[in-house]
Antibody
């Protein structure tokens, strides 16, 4: 079964740090772009960051640049999000998501076909 | 950055109705537009990409179209299981911005 499973969420104080992990299985992880997408309670979806198959390219939404770092370990089929200097507005469910491979074999960075169940991050004192 | 504006923000329709949701990009994004469905308490599901390509396993009552920078998601005959919030998303280049969502309910 193709799936991704997030872990590492929790309650953290403002200014604190947290590291999220995403374990992939059932597909060739090293062939796909991977992303983190978040959803604040009762709000819409917000793409946070993504990383190319070999880790050579990384992109971030402006609101997390300089604070969050995305990384991957293809040998462990794992994706990570290191979150530093956390703010209350970072409170959200964080989803790990796989970029699609279309019928012609092209791998897209920014459209997602496999999503995890999410991990909740709460930033509060 | 390119903004994605969905309309309406909420919609109530009857079973069997034809439903249309619109998404407008503030600049050209070619066909790099996806639609997702998120049922209450569930994970988002990809419905359509490349503006009109149906993702595998998605019912054929869902369709997508493009006219310039305006995109449309159509449900040809609304079913009770289609109750959800629908999001458009542009993916031509980062940031991969989502629309604000359209909440669809059954009348």
């Amino acid at each position: 079964e193709v799936q991704v499973v997030e872990s590492g969420g929790g309650l953290v104080q403002p200014g604190g740090s947290l590291r999220l992990s995403c374990a992939a299985s059932g597909f060739t992880f090293s062939s796909y772009w991977m992303s983190w997408v978040r959803q604040a309670p009762g709000k819409g979806l917000e793409w946070v960051a993504n990383i190319k198959q070999d880790g050579s390219e990384k992109y971030y939404v402006d609101s997390v640049k300089g604070r969050f770092t995305i990384s991957r370990d293809n040998a462990k089929n794992s994706l990570y999000l290191q979150m530093n200097t956390l703010r209350a507005e970072d409170t959200a469910v964080y989803y790990c998501a796989r970029g699609i491979r279309d019928s012609s074999g092209y791998y897209f960075a920014g459209v997602f076909d496999i999503w995890g169940q999410g991990t909740m991050v709460t930033v509060s004192s | 950055d390119i903004q994605m504006t969905q309309s309406p923000s909420s919609l109530s329709a009857s079973v069997g109705d034809r439903v249309t949701i619109t998404c407008r990009a503030s600049q050209g994004i070619s066909n790099y537009l996806a639609w997702y469905q998120q049922k209450p308490g569930k994970v988002p599901k990809l419905l359509i990409y490349a503006a009109s390509t149906l993702q595998s396993g998605v019912p054929s009552r869902f369709s997508g179209s493009r006219s310039g920078t305006d995109f449309t998601l159509t449900i040809s005959s609304l079913q009770p299981e289609d109750v959800a919030t629908y999001y458009c998303q542009k993916y031509n280049s980062p940031p991969y911005t989502f629309g604000q969502g359209t909440k669809l309910e059954i009348k």
